[in-house]
């Protein structure tokens, strides 16, 4: 009986690592309200959570990950070898492209370049919220290098 239980087991596992090939999932922030936010004292005020993440579920070829900064807080000067997108949905910032400054807001969207230095600081009142979308299968093999340039 045991074994009968523990071939079902292995037969269910190998099913379900083929319908990886075809699969399509919905999320949203309630389907993470269990994961711990993460955090770093780089990126003072910064907090942020995994929605499509192959370190969490079984998604491959894109990740997305959720950013809240708060007021004052900053998403110091950073580059990676991945291209990025942003989208903002809520709040406002001063996004640093290479250097030059621009405001976004709610709503506006953001590319970034691979290997491009970037930083995000929320000038506002309030949270500035943001998703964040790289071409990896997880954020954990994006590897983060600061800036080579003194202020951020
Ligand atoms: O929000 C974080 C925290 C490390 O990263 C995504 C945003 C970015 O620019 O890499
Ligand atoms: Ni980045």
Known sequence: MEEFFRLNDLYL???????RFWMI??????????QEWSST??????????LIDSDFDGSSGLSLGFAEIAPGGNLTLHYHSPAEIYVVTNGTGILNKSGELET??????VYI???AEHSLKNNGKETLEF???FPTDSFSEVEYFPTKQESA
């Not at 596992?13 to 319908?19: A, S």
């Not at 999932?25 to 269990?34: C, E, G």
């Open 13 to 19: 596992k190998k099913i379900k690592h083929k319908l």
């Open 25 to 34: 999932s919905v999320k949203n922030l309630a389907s993470v309200s269990d």
């Open 41 to 50: 004292e780089k990126y003072p005020g910064v907090r942020w959570k995994f």
């Open 104 to 109: 976004i807001k709610k709503g506006d969207v």
């Open 113 to 115: 370049a691979g290997n």
């Open 131 to 133: 998703y964040w979308i």
